[in-house]
């Protein structure tokens, strides 16, 4: 090259690599000085990840689904305190609800035999949902059931289910193999005993099921304390099933 275009060509090549950075420029640098950082008005934190990118559970990747919350299923649970369970389950549910992920519930055999449905006051905290009612025990043998997993377009499965080992376990696995990433909040399921549903826990992970606990999801939506579209709602449902204090309490 001459030493005619050598010039030209650095400030060509300075042109693009600037102009392919556009993120880094929109985004202030904050600092931290004495130990607290100054933002500019109306900051609202860093960008929000691409959906496909992000390794973390986000509003935009993810969908929940619970299975056979059914008061004579709930009746067999000996690990978890029930009024915990739906406590957690209650949690959970909302956060699902406030971030608009698409949500599906299920419970089995009630249009085939009568058995009582979803518990109502969890069934009324998303009255949106897709419901599914299945003669499979494995939920994923329901064609229908795997339609409105298919139909959420969404990659992470945070699945909760009664119990951990049976109605849980199958599906949970059967959607690993299918290619999801199977989320688990382990305070919202439980079994016959502690052993039933330690075993279906690690017949779960070692599917590659990664077990949580239901205060990651809110946590992993809202992200940066910076984003305030629905920081006060998140904040309430933080206080009220995970602190168990006023939800009006601030921090």
């Known amino acids: 090259m001459t030493s005619f275009f050598k010039p030209l060509a650095t400030a060509l090549s300075l042109t693009i690599a600037l102009t392919a950075l556009p993120a880094l420029a929109q985004t202030p640098m904050i600092k931290t000085v004495d130990g607290v950082a100054s933002y500019p008005e109306g900051y609202q934190g860093t960008p929000v990840r691409a959906a496909d990118e992000d390794p973390f ?30 406590n957690n389950t209650t949690g959970l549910i909302k956060t699902a609800v406030l971030y608009d992920i698409p949500i599906i519930f299920s419970h089995v055999a009630v249009g085939l035999n009568g058995y009582d449905p979803m518990i109502e ?24 059931f795997v339609a409105a997993v ?15 080992d049976v109605c849980l376990a ?13 989320y688990v909040p382990e305070d ?16 779960m992970i070692a599917a590659g099921v990664e077990p ?36 009006d309490t601030t921090w």
């Open 170 to 182: 199958y599906p949970a696995i059967e959607a690993e193999n299918a290619g999801y990433d199977v």
């Open 212 to 247: 949580i606990t239901w205060n990651v999801v809110p946590a992993e939506f809202q992200r940066d304390h910076a984003r305030s579209g629905v920081l006060p709602e998140v904040t309430a449902i933080f206080m009220e099933y995970l602190f168990k204090v006023d939800p």
């Open 121 to 144: 006051e969890l069934r009324e905290l998303a009255p949106d949902a897709v419901f599914i009612d299945r003669t499979n025990v494995n939920a994923w043998e329901e064609p229908e």
């Open 57 to 86: 559970l986000s509003p935009s990747n993810s969908a929940l689904i619970l299975i056979d919350y059914q008061p004579p299923i709930l009746m067999g649970v000996r690990n978890i305190d029930h009024e915990d369970l739906i």
């Open 150 to 164: 298919e139909a959420t377009g969404r990659q992470k499965l945070i699945m909760g289910g009664l119990w951990t």
């Open 188 to 203: 919202v399921v439980g079994s016959m005993s502690q052993l039933s549903h330690e075993n279906g826990m690690k017949r």
